[in-house]
Each structure stands twice: as structure tokens, then as C-alpha cells.
């Protein structure tokens, strides 16, 4: 069974940068398309990042597209999310996830999709 834990979350002021973590542990991580999402109180996890088990193919969020960068190191195990020019509203817990079932390229921004989430990691843009 596959493990995630994200790291890297912080407390950062508005036009700062952050990297995320996202190390898996257990099954074959090379195999398997990983997603970002992020969740704010009383909400759902919405959508921000995802990427092909290559590393090819990446999809991204409107609201952080030419901003985040997702990226996999399959030797390492670990995907990575790269946040620049980070706003007040990207304040969020982020969550990584292994995409189950369905096509990938249709279905890379459904959460019911995913499984074997992480704990999340808090991340705070300050205005």
C-alpha cells in the first residue's frame, strides 16, 4: 500500500515562494499519477496540480497556472510542487494523492479519483 507524506508548508508573505513535498513510500511510484489539492476551512479540496507516472504530461488549475510548477522525481520517490508569486488566497492545507481509477487525462481533476491522500501540509500567505 502507498504512503504520502507532504512536507514544506509554511507561514510565507505574499510575492514569496514555496516548494512542497510529496514522499511516497510502499507500491510502485513510477507507476502511478500524483495530484495536488488543496482545502480551505469548511470546504471542499479543490483541484490545483497534476502529473503523468512519466513526468510527461501535467495539468494545472486555472488560478495557478504560470505560477505553481508540479514535478516528479521517480529515482527520489517524491513529487514536488513549486509555488511562485503565491497570493493570500492560496492559503490552504495541501494534500497529495495517488490517481486511481478512470483516464488519467479526463479525470486528473475529479478528487474521487485519487486515493492514499496524505496528512496534508499548512501552507499561510501573509498580505
Known amino acids: 500500500q502507498v504512503q504520502l507524506v507532504e512536507s514544506g508548508g509554511g507561514l510565507v508573505q505574499a510575492g514569496g515562494s514555496l516548494r512542497l513535498s510529496c514522499a511516497a513510500s510502499?507500491?510502485?511510484?513510477?507507476?502511478?499519477?500524483i495530484g495536488w489539492f488543496r482545502q480551505t476551512p469548511g470546504k471542499e479540496r479543490v483541484f490545483v496540480a497534476a502529473?503523468?507516472?512519466?513526468?510527461?504530461?501535467?495539468f494545472y488549475a486555472d488560478s495557478v497556472k504560470g505560477r505553481f510548477t508540479i514535478s516528479k522525481d521517480n529515482d527520489e520517490n517524491t513529487a514536488y510542487l513549486r509555488m511562485n508569486s503565491l497570493k493570500p488566497e492560496d492559503t490552504a492545507v495541501y494534500y497529495c494523492?495517488?490517481?486511481?481509477?478512470?483516464?488519467?487525462?479526463?479525470?486528473?481533476?475529479?478528487?474521487?479519483?485519487?486515493?492514499?491522500w496524505g496528512q496534508g501540509t499548512q501552507v499561510t500567505v501573509s498580505s
Open positions: 494523492a495517488v490517481f486511481w481509477s478512470g483516464v488519467f487525462s479526463y479525470s486528473y481533476a475529479r478528487e474521487g479519483k485519487y486515493k492514499y
Open positions: 510502499g507500491g510502485t511510484f513510477s507507476s502511478n499519477h
Open positions: 502529473i503523468s507516472r512519466t513526468a510527461d504530461i501535467t
